[in-house]
């Protein structure tokens, strides 16, 4: 079982930033890809990021394109989420999440998706305030 915490959501005026992390208890964190997706009141669960389990790559949904950066340490265990120029749109609970095989993707249609995904933390609220 893995278990997924993440933290460094909160309330943040719009145009500001965040910093979210999700600490892993996988051992084998590094052989992993790692993704992030957001989920606001009454809306599906979206996709936002996904970062390569080397970190060498890294795929992002259109609308944070340029504002938010996917990055990892895999000697913490750690993937984290820094979120920029933030909207009110921005507003949602974010979920960190992680497959259950070591395989990567490239294909947006697949880790957009979440049942690609077999382990989520409980998530972290993220409020944007005009």
């Known amino acids: 079982q893995v278990q997924l915490v993440e933290s460094g959501g909160g309330l943040v005026q719009a145009g500001g930033s965040l910093r979210l992390s999700c600490v892993a208890s996988r051992r084998t964190f590094s052989s992993y890809d790692m993704g992030w997706f957001r989920q606001a009141p009454g809306k599906e669960r979206e996709f936002v990021a996904r970062?390569?389990?080397?970190?060498?790559?890294?795929y992002y949904t259109d609308s944070v394109k340029g504002r938010f950066t996917i990055s990892r340490d895999n000697a913490e265990n750690t993937v984290y989420l820094l979120m920029n120029s933030l909207k009110p749109e921005d507003t949602a609970v974010y979920y960190c999440?992680?497959?259950?095989?070591?395989?990567?993707?490239?294909?947006?249609?697949?880790?957009?998706?979440?049942?690609?995904?077999?382990?989520w933390g409980q998530g972290t609220q993220v409020t944007v305030s005009s």
């Open positions: 970062i390569s389990w080397s970190g060498a790559r890294t």
């Open positions: 999440a992680t497959p259950n095989t070591p395989t990567t993707t490239q294909s947006m249609r697949i880790m957009s998706n979440p049942k690609d995904y077999a382990y």
